[in-house]
C-alpha cells in the first residue's frame, strides 16, 4: 500500500483500532494474519461493542449469488 490512512478524530477508538489492523502494511503484523488467525478478528472489541454475533449473524442470512454461471459442456478429450 502507499497511501496514508487517517481516521476522523471523533470516530469510535475500537473502529480505528480495527480499521488500522486490517490495513497494516507489514503483511505479518496484519490483523487475521497474527498467531491467533481470525480469532483476532472475532474477538476485536469493535465486534462485541457493535454487537455483532458471528455465528447467527452469518448462518441467519440465506446464501444466494447474483450471478450463476453454467457449466461448460464437457468435450471429448483429444489424443
Not at 15 to 38: F, P, T, Y
Not at 42 to 60: L, M, N
Request: hydrophobic share 35%; with cysteine.
Amino acid at each position: 500500500m502507499k497511501g496514508v490512512f487517517t481516521c476522523p478524530d471523533d470516530m469510535d477508538p475500537a473502529a480505528v483500532s480495527l480499521l488500522q489492523g486490517l490495513m497494516e502494511k507489514d503483511v505479518s503484523k496484519r490483523i487475521g494474519r497474527l498467531a491467533n488467525g481470525a480469532d483476532d478478528m472475532r474477538r476485536h472489541p469493535w465486534y462485541s461493542e457493535a454487537g455483532f454475533d458471528w455465528v447467527s449473524d452469518i448462518t441467519s442470512q440465506p446464501l444466494s449469488s447474483r450471478c450463476m454461471p453454467r457449466p461448460r459442456p464437457r468435450t471429448p478429450a483429444y489424443p
